[in-house]
């Protein structure tokens, strides 16, 4: 999950070959866009390879100062042909992929991408084949549609489900082409073209061409037989459907210049490399709607959303299973003043089984103003029974997706969701058996019948009827984690890693900055432990789970 030290330090060959088309017209600006923000951001040792489509009769001819930029910039320009047909001009990417190149990486990117900071040696980007999984299922989800072309290539049908980033439907691979990143000298490309070429009269996609090289893609990748990661969306943003997170992503792909437009940061990019490189301010103003960037000045930057208020309310404390919610308890419930009930998970669940959990909000009250007559009947109170009151539900999973019925019924209780690295906590997962996780999400289905949407329900009676173990835990961490994420900045967030590195900021961030934070001698906070995990496990855990643990903050 997090960056590996530079591979290239003893080497002399670059990593990263960074490759896109550049084509005369609109798509000349974008490609010189793309080139002068990789120059701006990367540190690493790369190499930038523009292609160029040939015949120039057919694609037209970049002019002298485009080519005298890219060089510029050390780009190599290299011409190629368009390996299906002329009038699918998405073809021309295709020819991208095996271009020469000494580096040990190609990373192809779409030419209507922006890099707004460093990329670094992420580990996700070190397995033979890395893309993001599609915005969205635009192309049929069902597997019968998906059947006769993988038999058309005579490529066996993969088992793993994937959800797309944006809508979270699950389906067969199916990725994004905007950024691809592979390992150098496997002749992707080669296996790529001549996937796409089977399948362009296939029945199938007849009606659907624009999408065949987003089919053919994942179909290439099995015919080869490649691990694979599927990337969150730091490496490639669909600022078209989405706006910018706080801190930027790497690779944003931004599709027209209205969403440039749209979004302040990449608008005063923009305006930057226009004024720093003059051939890209000569190609934009000849192009109506790129030169209305320039001729309007970038808007004020958006100011985060600013953070939760420390108030002196009672806690409560939940989390994905095994992701710290005992830890985090156990050291608020050793500082002065502070009261832990530490509930089982299923008496949380069935406190607040109604829709609207007023018997939750009841039972608040209830313990704020007495003690409860059998406190281990709730598995024990520790810590005193004054001052602030922490209700802690240790590994109840269903209670998640009641948290927005507690924000209307205790709007005082300020809710706290841990979360941790998914391989890591598959790996604690793997220490019991997985009739537990059968049984938890036998509990939330229960459970989520009267406040989960249709749609969410539908994915967890898929999960609870997946029968590959590792896939398994994989989608059930997935459906955990969009539970927290529906959530948003209403609950505050506890990583396991910040906790285990510096606790005494994470229980002053909970306890206001006036608390004296005090630490148990014996802690019981353990590191991370992936040892159980097997090659199957972590391949689940990387085709599924990278999104929303980028999302969650868990990645770097």
Known sequence: MTSTDDPTATATAPHYAFVFVCQAGELEIKALLLAASLKRHLSCAHELIAAVPSPAQTWGEISAATRQLLQQFGASIVPIVNPIDPTYPIGNKLACIDVPTRARKIVFLDSDILCLRDLGFPACLQTPFAAKPADLRTFAAHEEAWRPLYAATDVPMPQLRLPTTVSGEFGLPYFNSGVICVDSGLHFGAAWIDCARTLRNAATMRDQRHWLDQVSLPIAMGRLGLSFAALDE???????????????????????????????????????????????????????????????????????????????????????????????????????????????????????????????????????????????????????????????????????????????????????????????????????????????????????????????????????????????????????????????????????????????????????????????????????????????????????????????????
């Open 234 to 556: 730091q490496f490639n943003f669909p600022a078209h459907l989405k706006p910018l997170p706080t801190r930027p992503p790497i690779f944003c792909h931004y599709h027209w210049p209205r969403i440039v437009r749209e979004e302040p940061l990449l608008h005063r990019l923009v305006c930057d490399l226009a004024r720093e490189h003059p051939a890209i301010g000569h190609a934009i103003a000849a192009h109506a709607e790129w030169n209305a960037l320039l001729e309007s000045a970038p808007a004020t930057h958006v100011a985060p959303a600013p953070e939760l208020p420390v108030a002196s309310t009672d806690l409560l404390v939940i989390g994905i299973p095994d992701s710290g919610v005992e830890q985090l308890t156990g050291c608020l419930g050793s500082q002065a003043g502070v009261g832990v009930i530490a509930m089982a998970a299923d008496a949380l669940a069935t406190q607040t089984r109604d829709s609207t959990a007023w018997e939750f909000s009841a039972l608040l009250r209830r313990l704020r103003t007495q003690q409860p007559e059998n406190p281990r009947a709730h598995d024990g109170l520790r810590g005193g029974s004054s001052g602030k009151l922490v209700v802690a539900g240790a590994g109840a999973a269903g209670l998640l997706s009641a948290l927005q019925a507690l924000e209307r019924v205790a709007p005082q209780t300020r809710r706290i969701v841990c979360v941790r690295d998914p391989f890591a906590t598959i790996a604690a997962w793997k220490q019991r058996p997985l009739a537990e996780i059968d049984a938890a999400i036998a509990q939330t289905l229960e459970l989520g019948e009267r406040r989960l949407a249709r749609r969410e329900l539908d994915v967890l009676q898929r999960v609870a009827a997946l029968q590959d173990p590792a896939e398994k835990r994989a989608t059930w961490w997935w459906w955990l984690a969009q539970r927290v994420l529906d959530l948003g900045d209403r609950v505050i967030r506890v990583r396991y890693a910040e906790f285990c590195t510096d606790p005494s900021r994470v229980l002053q961030s909970i306890l206001g900055a006036e608390a004296s934070i005090h630490l148990p001698a014996r802690s019981e906070i353990r590191p991370d432990d992936e040892s159980s995990l097997t090659d199957d496990d972590r391949q689940a855990i990387r085709a599924v789970c990278l999104q929303a643990a980028w999302e969650l903050g868990l990645t770097d």
